[in-house]
Structure formats: structure tokens, C-alpha cells
């Protein structure tokens, strides 16, 4: 390979990284439509023009088809008038004109085709152009679509999630101690409640266990708490009757606890 052929296959290859880059997908899509929108205009012009032309040649075959009768009536006048010659002259000039009519008659033939083959031709470009707009709204929100989805997947790169996750651990842990700390609060709380009543209870009992003591005279009864009444000697059925009442009292007391 020759050094100008490497050097122009060098060339073409950036001019064609250049075109790629260049080219925007959305300006692209607008720029064909805009280009067939243009086609669709000459193309109606043509189709305008073939029809004008058609119009000509058709108004130019029924002249002809006109000055055929004409002279055809001509020579038949002529005939009738006995004038073999005018009526010939006549019946020239009817196939020099019937001549110019077979040939417009070709030509028209020719131009309705043409215009009918054009007319359906505007008619599929139009129809083209429609569906290509249609086709461009679509592939424009697609294209607005994957750029916002490529801006987000940027963000979301950009994003330092494994700190932001460290700093939602962190914040856990420290929910987690002060829920550890305010449990212990209550539990502390609720010991410290439950310490009071039962020193109420054990005081109640001390009172009442002093009060028994001091009814029975034993050692440890509060010096403010009523005596026995000291009694003489009963009988022996009084002593019992006095021993079944106080049991009977002690009972009492102790149901009461």
C-alpha cells in the first residue's frame, strides 16, 4: 500500500469520527423531515406542472377533434353542392387535422399516466412524511428519555453511597444505645418502686409483730402499747376460757396480715 493511499484512508477515517460525533440524533431526525417536506414540495410543483401540460394537450386534441368534424361536415357540404373539388381540398385538410388530433391523442394518452403515476407518488410521500414525524416524536422522547436516564445514572456514580451508608450505620448504633439507655432508665426505675412498696410492707409488719409482742408481754413490745391486765389466780375453767379468747384474738390478727 502506497503512502497517499494509507495517508487518504487515514483522512477519511477522522472525517468520518468527525461526522459521528457531530451528529446530533434529534437534528437529524429534524433535518430528514424538513428535507422530505422540501421533496413533497417539488414533487407538487411537478404534479402541477404534468396536470398544466395535460390540461394544454387535451384543450389542443379537442381543437383538432373539433376541425376534424369541421371539415368533415365540409366535404360533405361540397358534395352535396356538387363540387367535387372543394369537397377533396376539404377532406385534406380533415386528414392533416385528424393526423394532428392522432398525435395529441398519444401524447394525452402519455400525460395521464404520467399524472396519475405522479399523483400516487405524492401521495405515498405524504403519507411517508407523516408517519415520519410520527416516528420523530417518538424517537425524540426516547432520546429525551435515555439522556435524562444517563444524567441520573451519572449522579447515582457520582453519589459516595458507602459513606452515606456508614452514616446511616452510625446513626442506627447510636438509636440502638439510647433505646439500651432509656430501657435501663425504666427497669432502674421501676426496682427502685417496687424497693419503696416493700419497705412500707416490711414496716407494717414490724408494727403489727410490735404490737402482738407488746399485747402478749413478751421481751421487745413497745413500751407504748397497753399492758395485760394482770388478774388474780382464776379458777382453772377461767385460765382456759382466758387462753381460748386471747388464740382466738391472735387468729384474728393474723388473718388480718
Known sequence: MGLFDRIRRVVGANLNDLVSKAEDPEKMLEQAVVEMQEDLVQLKQGVAQAIAAQKRTEKQYNDAQNEVNKW???????????DENLARQALERKKTFTDTSNALKGSLD?????VETLKRNLIQ?????SEAKTKKEMLRARI???KAQEQLQGMVRGMNTS???AAFERMEEKV???????????????A?????????????VDDELAALKAQMSLPGGSPNQPQLPQQTTPPKSNKNEVVDAELDSLRKQLDQM
Open 144 to 146: 429525551t428519555a435515555a
Open 163 to 165: 459513606s452515606a451508608m
Open 110 to 114: 402519455q400525460q395521464t399516466v404520467q
Open 176 to 190: 440502638l444505645i439510647q433505646e439500651a439507655r432509656a430501657q435501663s432508665a425504666g427497669e432502674l426505675a421501676g
Open 72 to 82: 368533415q361536415r365540409n366535404a360533405q357540404l361540397a358534395l352535396q353542392k356538387g
Open 125 to 129: 410521500l405524504e403519507s411517508k412524511i
Open 192 to 204: 427502685d418502686l417496687e424497693n419503696q412498696f416493700a419497705a412500707l410492707e416490711s414496716s407494717d
